[in-house]
């Protein structure tokens, strides 16, 4: 089980990889925090969509799963960030070749066999095109505004940009009405203040 606690200590680098690295920010804000709340978020909306759809849309163990695994690539590769990669199809390209490499020879390689190729499917289809996919991919985004939100009470004028522009990923590329709907909130409320200060 040595093996093992070798996983555990590359997880464990997580809680020191930057988020957002080229923006200034007051409170440290680190890949396993960004995880940790990427899947609080979705778990919430996933049983607020449940309870409004009247049925279990939504399978929410495996939505957690999925969340918490979904960056531990970046355990290896850091955090690269995604104005770069998304603007540049060749660098993305490369760059999902090299994350599989790393998920394929080093993230799991302690893992016994079974526990290895269910955590390797569960990053693979993390933020694939199902509900639970899709649910992960927005909460990606909304964890960042809720983040720009703390940095923007704190009086960091530098986030604005990064909470606009994930405030409209989340609406153009996501139909989630309970998500949305909190969206609209934060607009009412949240954008009016921070345009009449900053």
């Known amino acids: 089980m040595k093996e093992v606690l070798k996983f555990f200590e590359r997880c464990q680098c997580l809680r020191w990889i930057d988020r957002c690295s080229n923006t200034p920010h007051i409170k440290t804000y680190s890949v396993a925090q960004h995880s940790f709340y990427t899947a609080l978020y979705a778990m919430t909306f996933a049983y607020m969509e449940n309870e409004r759809l009247g049925y279990l849309a939504y399978n929410v163990p495996s939505i957690i799963q999925r969340a918490i695994i979904h960056d531990l690539e970046e355990s290896v590769t850091g955090d690269i960030l995604y104005p770069l990669w998304n603007r540049n199809p060749k660098f993305k390209e490369k760059l999902d070749s090299i994350r599989n490499e790393c998920v394929d020879k080093e993230v ?26 899709i649910m992960i991919s ?40 309970s998500v949305l709907s909190v969206i609209k909130d934060i607009e009412r409320t949240y954008i009016e203040i921070s345009r009449d200060n900053l």
Not at 109 to 128: C, G, N, Q, S
Not at 141 to 151: D, G, P, T
Not at 165 to 176: D, G, S, T, V
């Open 108 to 133: 799991f390689a302690e893992l016994p066999d079974e526990t290895k190729r269910f955590y390797k499917l569960l990053w693979e289809t993390a933020k694939d095109s199902s509900l639970e996919g």
């Open 138 to 177: 927005c909460m990606d985004k909304f964890e960042i505004v809720l983040y720009a939100m703390s940095e923007l009470e704190l009086g960091n004028k530098a986030v604005v940009g990064l909470f606009r522009n994930a405030i409209r990923l989340i609406k153009a590329e996501f139909e989630i009405p």
